[in-house]
């Protein structure tokens, strides 16, 4: 399948990339930025986008800032166009390692070698394993436009299916995770290894943060589930704990019914991935 007709554009820098889109706006065109095009690039061969002219950041890889993970005190900033591969060969340390452990959920080999890490919390999947990340370590996502720099806070980031806080004219240089988690883990059920989760369950047990529990593929976006939450805090972590929490996750979801699987499967896989999520993050902290 080949995309529509487009215009190509590459991008010097981050504010010539703001300023190609302000520009092709004005000149009527629906411009899209282009990273890894792991995500975009399907979208428009099936039709599903049809950007008129894409802005390539590619050339912006030369940037160390874009394209390095740094340390900085208790949080770690993660360049817009690192990719999931530099992720999951980093050496993150206890404290963020659990994203380079996750990396090996996220496709093949060839697509995390191209896809980048802002690419996928723009885009936004409900099950994409950055986006629950995102949500677990209280990332900040760093972005550039025509009004100037803003930060958006995971949180805000996710406002439903595809749909983010970032606009169309800006560009996300950077992700910030703030949360370190010596405890924490991700898991999914896919039907084929390589493919997007049916559900994906990231956890984190942590005697001060308290515990938290994020869920993909329940709803519109990925979301953090706060009973699930409150049976971690206090609790005395261990098998009984695992379950009791899964349990409330999958007690406190709504998830669609759809070819991918009923509400009633994806109850069910909440409540074993969050156990089991609950089990690897506290057997990790354990074997330090
Ligand atoms: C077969 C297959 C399997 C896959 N499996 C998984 C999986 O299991 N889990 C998973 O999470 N992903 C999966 N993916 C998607 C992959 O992870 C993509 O790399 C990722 O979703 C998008 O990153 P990208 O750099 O390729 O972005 P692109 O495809 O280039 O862009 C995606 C969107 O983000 C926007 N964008 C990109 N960069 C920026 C930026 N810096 N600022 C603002 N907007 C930006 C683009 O305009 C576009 O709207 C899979 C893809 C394929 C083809």
């Given amino acids: 399948m080949k995309p529509a007709a487009f215009r190509y554009h590459r991008a010097h820098d981050v504010t010539d990339a703001v300023g190609l889109l302000g ?10 930025l282009i990273a890894g095009g792991q995500s975009l690039m399907p979208m428009m061969n099936f039709r599903l986008a049809r950007p008129t002219a894409l802005v390539d950041l590619g050339p912006l890889r030369r940037e160390p800032a874009l394209n390095s993970v740094r340390r900085n005190g208790s949080s770690l900033t993660i360049g817009a166009l ?3 591969r530099a992720v999951e060969v980093a050496e993150l340390g206890p404290d963020f390692d659990v994203l380079s452990r996750a990396m ?3 496709g093949h080999l060839p697509i995390r070698s191209r896809g980048t ?13 950055w986006c629950l990340l995102a949500l677990l370590l209280d990332a900040v996502i760093v972005a550039e436009g025509p009004r100037g720099p803003r930060e958006i806070p995971a949180e805000e980031m996710f406002h439903g299916f595809y749909t983010t806080a970032v606009e169309p004219d800006e560009v996300v240089t950077a992700v910030r995770f703030t949360r370190p988690s010596p405890r924490a883990a991700l898991t999914e059920f896919a039907r084929r290894h390589g493919d997007f989760a049916i559900v994906d369950a990231a ?4 005697a001060e943060h308290g515990g ?6 329940v709803a519109p976006a990925p979301i953090r589930v706060p009973e699930a939450e409150a049976v971690l805090d206090g609790g005395v972590p261990g098998p009984e704990l695992f379950a009791e929490c899964g349990e409330a996750a999958a007690a406190a979801i709504d998830p669609p019914d759809d070819a991918a699987g009923s509400a009633a ?6 409540r074993t991935l969050v156990t089991r999520a609950l089990h690897e993050a506290w057997e990790k902290g354990e074997t330090r």
């Fill in 104 to 106: 090996r959920w996220v």
């Fill in 23 to 32: 520009e092709l706006a004005a000149a009527g065109e629906d411009p899209k």
């Fill in 265 to 270: 499967y994806r109850r069910r896989l909440a």
């Fill in 203 to 206: 956890v984190s047990i942590d």
């Fill in 212 to 217: 938290r529990v994020v869920l993909g593929g």
């Fill in 117 to 129: 890490v802002a690419g996928s919390i723009v885009h936004g999947d409900a099950t994409a394993e």
């Fill in 82 to 84: 690192v990719t999931h």
